[in-house]
């Protein structure tokens, strides 16, 4: 199955323009651009540097984003827990997004039943965000997905991350 078809893709267009309603309302963000290319492959920025979106704001600042968006099944089995790739291929050490995300903020969003909308949102500052999860301020834990991937993913709930991480959230808590 190619990476384009995957569900999680295909969620992640759909909720797309209500991370961009987030991105216009708490940044104010005056330009969204994703990473996407037309050919179908991985963009250099979100390849190499895990940036999925650029954001413009009033004055041309630039900011830069990762973005996950899970579904409303997904937030009710595991309870708005985030996951972080850690190793493409854990038995060759083939570092992950964990490694070399350089985005500025990353955005966690989980679906309403319908999809019209974020049942509950994240925004977190990466930079505290890793130091967090390095200097175990979160608790955690690695595991494998052997259902899309060989990756393992570092997995650790919202709701415990440091409240200094958090740039803002939105939603329904618990």
Not at 10 to 35: C, H, N, Q, T, W
Not at 106 to 126: H, K, Q
């Amino acid at each position: 199955m190619k990476f384009l078809d995957l569900e999680t893709v295909k969620l992640s267009e759909r909720l797309s323009p209500f991370a961009d309603k987030v991105y216009k309302e708490r940044f104010g963000a005056r330009k969204i651009k994703r990473m996407k290319r037309k050919d179908g492959k991985v963009h250099i920025l979100d390849g190499k540097f895990s940036i999925d979106v650029i954001l413009t704001l009033n004055g041309g600042v630039i900011i830069t984003g990762q973005e996950k968006f899970r579904s409303f099944e997904a937030y009710e089995r595991y309870g708005g827990e985030a996951t972080i790739e850690f190793y493409q291929n854990p038995k060759k050490k083939e570092k992950g997004e964990f490694f070399h995300l350089a985005s500025q903020f990353y955005l966690w969003g989980f679906s309403n039943f319908e999809e019209t909308g974020f049942l509950r949102y994240f925004c977190l500052d990466v930079l505290k965000l890793m130091l967090a999860i390095s200097s175990d301020r979160i608790s955690y834990r690695v595991y494998e997905n052997h259902i899309h991937s060989k990756a393992s993913f570092i997995a650790f709930r919202l709701e415990d991350v440091p409240a200094d991480c958090i740039l803002f959230e939105g939603g329904k808590r618990g």
